[in-house]
């Protein structure tokens, strides 16, 4: 039986709608006069006066006038998100580092630790052990924990939104790996941990924060040793069905391709991976960051072999990228990670091949770009991933704190040389994993 809802019930779910509106205007643009908040939300004048008081009240704003520029008049107080009203935990887990930030509402990085792995396949326990180490010494930095609401993480793999399983890693040598369960008992807090595909998340951060903001219709190419995809597609982000989607690596584009890491042949990651730019260029294959390093001074010093690896690699970049432009109609193209590096190198070969032979309609509609936000990307699209909830829904935000309420859990203070894993019933509290 469908029953209306009661005219309370509207109004509250109205009243937590505007809330959401007015909080995700100024996470995104940063800090907004009153008429600038009535503007962009459509929302009356009275409404948004009463909205924000509300907002107030639970911290997560303050109102107040900036410094005067000179003009005649007195500037209007602008509203404000306070940065350690509510944190996310950011973590990236790369093919060369591991990654945790805090991340404060409006986007501000409070912390950021990097740190170098060895390439190659590592366990998942030594994985998530690292990140709760890394995890626990920026806690203790900042201090923030009685803000936190919520934990993402960005991966190189393919990952399930729904419960964060990595269904396959080739490059940590994971499969089916349940990585949002481990980390859950791992980190011993009752927030949710979101995971998403590191691409899926640059995407993210890029439309929100970099090169991509304003624009509904965006394709993020991310490469360090393999290739991966984000979407934004009508303004959303784009998953399929489960999560699995937008893994533009491995499309097929070479029949008589070499062997790729997923147990395919001839995926478009064999033509643009790394190590074919290495192997190119005259450096070892499996050489990473460094010889990425000599392979683009040599490049810039006008060595043939680097730029002829670099015209080989912009060439079948060009030709992937002709086929997604048919498809997906994008306005921007953003290259990130080491395409990002490169993209000077490779970009006027990408771009006579787009010429050749994508549709020409919206290939004069399509800019192809360096990534905005560099290495980090993805990292900030996680801490994106981690506020969503929050962005949705800020009313809960004055009810619920974060992190369970008791002292910092045990598994926080163990230095990393004596590293074990915490009991999978340390912190008592269930755990959610949402997408
Ligand atoms: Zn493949």
Redesign the pocket.
Known sequence: MIRRDEPGQRSETVRRANLSAIVREIHTNGPLSRSGLVSRTGLTRSAIRSLIGELVDTGLVSERRSASLGTPGRPSPLVRLTPDSAVVLAMEIAVDSLAVGIVGLGGTVLELIRVDRPRGHSSVDEVVDDLVELASVARARQQVDEALVGIGVAVVGVVRRTDGLIAMAPNLGWHDVPLGDRLGRAMAVSVPISIANEADLGALAEHRRGAAVGLDDVLFLSGEVGVGGGLIVGGQPFTGAAGFGGEV??IPVNPTGSM???G?FG?W??EIGEEVLLELAGHPRGGGRNELDAVVREASDGSVAALGAMDHVGRWLGLGLAGLVNVLNPRLIVLGGRFGRIHPFVIRSLEAELDRRALAAPRSMVRVVATRLGADAPLLGAAELAFEPLLADPATRGQSRGVAGEPAPEPFMRPISSARRPSPDAGGEPRRVVA
């Open positions: 690596g491995h790729c890491r997923c395919s995926c990651e064999t």
